[in-house]
């Protein structure tokens, strides 16, 4: 009954890397297309935190509706901030107007809801300061390739984001 958590883990990252992997790599061919895997890519990044913790909920337990309940709802509200925030634009760039920062910090509360939940059940072992660590780490990523964004879907200089590689 312990593989349940692995499936969630699993589903959650899969589906915000696939998500990913198609806005950075697919030879898009016009710019609406590109703009609606961007805003998808945006909506599933709360899949992967969500996922996170799911090894460490026990199905049936007391933490398990609220995981579930606070998992669904970082996901749809960022949903409705990232097409609200883009309705009407086609492009990368963040439309004029209209600010990223609700929606970082909603992602943000959401890492720090799943960093708390696994070290309350593992506790501080050297496996939860690297897990914190390395998303910390891709937050500061994502800076220079959001800011990339509003020019190419790549970023010159980073490999798995070039356009002649991949497709």
Same mark, same amino acid.
């Given at each position: 009954?312990?593989?349940?958590? $692995?499936?969630? =883990?699993?589903?959650?990252?899969?589906?915000?890397?696939?998500?990913?992997?198609?806005?950075?790599?697919?030879?898009?061919?016009?710019?609406?297309?590109?703009?609606?895997?961007?805003?998808?890519?945006?909506?599933?990044?709360?899949?992967?935190?969500? #996922?996170?913790? =799911?090894?460490?909920?026990?199905?049936?337990?007391?933490?398990?509706?609220?995981?579930?309940?606070?998992?669904?709802?970082?996901?749809?509200?960022?949903?409705? $901030?990232?097409?609200?925030?883009?309705?009407? %634009?086609?492009?990368?760039?963040?439309?004029?107007?209209?600010?990223?920062?609700?929606?970082?910090?909603?992602?943000?509360?959401? =890492? $720090? =809801?799943? $960093?708390?939940?696994?070290?309350?059940?593992?506790?501080?072992?050297?496996?939860?300061? #690297?897990?914190?660590?390395?998303?910390?780490?891709?937050?500061?990523?994502?800076?220079?390739?959001?800011?990339? %964004?509003?020019?190419? #879907?790549?970023?010159?200089?980073?490999?798995?984001?070039?356009?002649?590689?991949?497709?």
């Amino acid at each position: 009954d312990r593989w349940w958590p $692995m499936v969630g =883990f699993l589903a959650g990252k899969g589906a915000s890397y696939l998500a990913s992997a198609v806005f950075h790599l697919y030879p898009f061919r016009n710019v609406t297309s590109v703009s609606w895997a961007l805003k998808i890519d945006l909506i599933a990044v709360p899949l992967s935190i969500w #996922a996170t913790p =799911f090894p460490c909920v026990q199905l049936g337990s007391a933490d398990w509706p609220t995981h579930l309940l606070l998992g669904l709802g970082f996901t749809i509200l960022n949903a409705i $901030m990232v097409l609200v925030q883009f309705q009407g %634009h086609v492009g990368l760039e963040t439309p004029k107007g209209r600010s990223d920062a609700p929606r970082t910090i909603l992602v943000v509360s959401q =890492f $720090m =809801f799943a $960093m708390w939940s696994v070290h309350s059940y593992y506790g501080p072992r050297n496996l939860w300061w #690297a897990g914190g660590f390395f998303y910390l780490l891709s937050f500061a990523c994502s800076v220079p390739v959001t800011k990339a %964004h509003s020019t190419v #879907a790549w970023v010159p200089g980073i490999p798995w984001h070039s356009p002649d590689r991949y497709g």
